[in-house]
């Protein structure tokens, strides 16, 4: 059986208008879906801002409006990741403050594309990357194979940074290694496992609902190493139609932390 204590379970993102009525009740508005959002979890995933640089006062917000032992997982603006520019880190980090210094900060996501290879130019990047981060806590997702390599999971060991492991369909070229623990917490994101619609965009891609038999194998491979770590962050990313927050409430039944 799982450890259900260890698994700090959420969702990737939380504002989307499919959940009315699908996840959320009938009639919830906008504004009142991170209300409704925190009955059911204690942690969320922030994705918004790797589309534009999160804000203080947004954060904030936020902050003020969770409950007490709330986390957040803030992924990393795609100005720095994906465009390699490093000039809006002292940006993006000095707008975290309200979640820092609320205690709330779970850490930040470095999520690179598929395009970004396991080459020494790279690791070279990456290595900047964390550096101008650190000492906040980090975890990385890779999506190319390239990066199933023993000196990848030690590298991230000597930083102590958390390497993300994805539940993704078995395409030869994504990456996909097994539950590896490179820091005292472990990550898992959950995207879908339909390769026949992996590369037909975003909207289709993440269209999946896994089926209890599904996540139950997640958490047997997860056992493996629930004793090397003391949380293992487990967000669902199958956001159409609140497919990640049924989801997610399905893992937490199994896990037995809800009836």
């Not at 009639?27 to 994705?47: C, G, I």
């Not at 986390?71 to 979640?99: C, M, T, Y």
């Amino acid at each position: 059986m799982a450890d259900k204590n260890k698994y700090i379970i959420g969702t990737s993102g939380f504002s989307f208008k499919d959940w009315i009525g699908e996840f959320y009740p009938p009639q919830t508005k906008p504004k009142e879906m991170f209300a409704q959002y925190t009955t059911f979890f204690s942690m969320t995933e922030l994705n918004y801002t790797f589309y534009r640089m999160p804000s203080a006062r947004t954060l904030a917000s936020l902050s003020e409006h969770s409950p007490p032992g709330f986390e957040f997982w803030v992924k990393l603006n795609q100005q720095i990741s994906h465009e390699r520019d490093l000039a809006g880190v002292d940006e993006f980090v000095d707008n975290l403050a309200p979640l820092i210094e609320s205690r709330k900060l779970a850490g930040i996501l470095l999520q690179f594309p598929q395009s970004f290879k396991r080459t020494v130019e790279n690791r070279l990047f990456l290595a900047r990357v964390i550096d101008a981060i650190a000492p906040l806590p980090q975890a990385v997702e890779f999506r190319d194979s390239s990066w199933e390599h023993d000196s990848t999971y030690q590298g991230l060991r000597e930083k102590s940074v958390a390497l993300v492991v994805p539940d993704a369909p078995p395409i030869r070229s994504l990456f996909h290694p097994p539950p590896i623990s490179t820091s005292p917490i472990a990550y898992l994101r959950l995207h879908s496992r339909n390769a026949r619609y992996w590369y037909k965009g975003e909207g289709m891609r993440y269209d999946y609902d896994y089926s209890e038999d599904e996540l139950k194998d997640v958490l047997g491979q997860w056992s493996a190493i629930e004793q090397e770590v003391q949380k293992i962050y487990t967000l669902f990313n199958n956001c159409n139609r609140g497919q990640a927050g049924k989801n997610a409430m399905a893992m937490r039944r199994i896990l037995g932390q809800i009836k």
